[in-house]
């Protein structure tokens, strides 16, 4: 049971550049999230999925887009990366309203 | 809308201090509370959490009682030690909703 893994761990793009940072999980969770962590800003969502079919925007979704791709994985895009997009990125799941998150390992993206 | 306020480190302690890191929210309905902890490098993982009030949750000897008519959810630890190093957030699961709300995090810090 390996819970939420994301990959890759660690990104360096240049200002302009594409990619796609993938997610998984494999405890049957309807919920998944995306999240940006910067220091002093705690955790903002960038988007949701609250079940398979489904997405919403979060507090910060500009410059994002995301699939659900299956009830396991939920994929955020940079189709453009800006430096200010330098973050740490989560994703998270959980099965229901008002339960637990369970969180990935992250992803640490730079952008020069 | 939903918010969730918590004392801004760093908390800097010596080993076997007496822990308390405030947490106070605003919500509609009766929102879970959580404790989430994040050591370096990794994701945010569930310390505690109550669903209702009065409750009271605790974990690895940190407790956190849900208190309805003060909003607040303070967590504590009788005796920290040099392992409970690390980011604390004190986060609500909105009543009837897929969001989950975080705190800024509070950076503890626990010396020899």
């Known amino acids: 049971n390996a819970g939420v893994t994301q990959t890759p761990k660690f990104q360096v793009l240049k200002t302009g550049q594409s990619m796609t940072l993938q997610c998984a999980q494999d405890?049957?969770?309807?919920?998944m999230y995306w999240y940006r962590q910067d220091p002093g800003m705690g955790l903002r969502l960038i988007y949701y999925?609250?079940?398979?079919?489904?997405?919403d925007k979060g507090e910060v979704p500009n410059g994002y887009n995301v699939s659900r791709l299956n009830k396991r994985e939920f994929s955020l895009r940079l189709e453009s990366a800006a430096p200010s997009q330098t973050s740490v990125y989560f994703c998270?799941?959980?099965?229901?309203?008002?339960?637990?998150?369970?969180f990935g390992p992250g992803t640490r993206l730079l952008v020069l | 809308g939903d918010s969730v306020t918590q004392m801004e480190g760093p908390v800097t302690l010596s080993e076997e201090a007496f822990l308390t890191i405030n947490c106070t929210y605003t919500a509609t309905g009766y929102p879970s509370l959580f404790w989430y902890v994040q050591y370096p490098g990794e994701g945010l993982q569930l310390l505690l959490k109550a669903t209702k009030a009065d409750d009271k949750g605790s974990n690895k000897g940190f407790e956190a009682t849900y208190r309805k008519e003060t909003t607040s959810f303070h967590l504590e630890k009788g005796s920290v030690q040099v392992s409970d190093s690390a980011v604390y957030f004190c986060?609500?699961?909105?009543?009837?909703?897929?969001?989950?709300?975080f705190g800024a995090g509070t950076r503890l810090f626990v010396k020899a």
């Open positions: 998270a799941s959980r099965q229901g309203l008002r339960e637990t998150q369970y």
């Open positions: 986060a609500l699961s909105e009543a009837g909703g897929f969001k989950t709300i």
């Open positions: 405890m049957n969770h309807n919920s």
């Open positions: 999925s609250a079940s398979e079919g489904t997405t």
